[in-house]
């Protein structure tokens, strides 16, 4: 059973300091998704990562892909309060787009 | 913009019904996808439809029965609702590998937070 473990599970960090939340996966996939989930809403897509050394950055936030390690990284920089969300991350099979997702590390950004 | 949507946001239900949770999606996916959220253990895949008519079974199926009677509705039905299946209850859509525009992710729709009693 593919098995996908994301760490920290709860993030609790002052307003511009750095972090990094790790994903880890079970089996071979390039494809890896991240997510942010706010209180109460749904998923929302953040990053597509498809291939070994992919790396993508938005703003504060940037992910990365090992397949090698199956190790995903999503890096914060300068956090400030609005990035306070759950983040998911999620692997992808070739089973029909079948994804696998994290636990979730749930980020709280303190003024 | 992929557009998915959930019948309901909020539902409350005893123990013993028939529930009926409906998604549909605007963009023409083949694939769709129901899963539970719950805390602490993420998403979990209850069911998945990759065509009209076909269903493919999640990692828990159990208690639950999905329909795809049409391309762009996926039904969730619970069959008898128990209180453990109170949950967050989240629909999913995307194209199929081979004919998939970039990017590949999996557009979810707002939710269901259902409460059995």
């Known amino acids: 059973e593919l098995k996908v473990e994301q760490n920290p599970l709860f993030l609790s960090m002052q307003e511009g300091k750095n972090y990094t939340i790790y994903c880890n996966y079970s089996t071979t996939s390039d494809r890896l998704y991240w997510y942010r989930q706010d209180p109460g809403k749904s998923l929302e897509s953040l990053f597509v990562l498809l291939s070994n050394g992919a790396v993508k950055q938005e703003g504060r936030l940037m992910a990365s892909l090992d397949t090698k390690a199956r190790l995903s990284t999503l890096h914060i920089t300068a956090a400030v309060h609005d990035l306070s969300a759950t983040y998911f991350c999620a692997v992808d099979t070739a089973n029909f787009n079948k994804f696998y997702f994290g636990s979730g590390t749930k980020l709280n950004v303190k003024p | 913009d992929v557009k998915v949507t959930q019948s309901s946001r909020y539902l409350v239900k005893r123990t013993g019904e028939k529930v009926f949770l409906e998604c549909v999606q605007d963009?023409?996916?083949?694939?769709m996808f129901w899963y539970r959220q719950d805390p602490g253990l993420g998403l979990r895949l209850i069911y998945f439809?990759?065509?009209?008519?076909?269903?493919e079974k999640g990692d828990i199926p159990e208690g639950y029965s999905v329909s795809r009677e049409k391309k762009e509705r996926f039904s969730l039905i619970l069959e008898s609702a128990s209180t453990n299946q109170t949950s967050m209850y989240l629909c999913?859509?995307?194209?199929?590998?081979?004919?998939?525009?970039?990017?590949?992710?999996?557009?979810f729709g707002p939710g269901t937070r259902l409460t059995v009693t």
């Open positions: 963009m023409d996916h083949e694939n």
């Open positions: 999913a859509s995307s194209p199929p590998q081979l004919r998939r525009p970039f990017p590949y992710e999996q557009y």
């Open positions: 439809s990759y065509d009209v008519k076909m269903k």
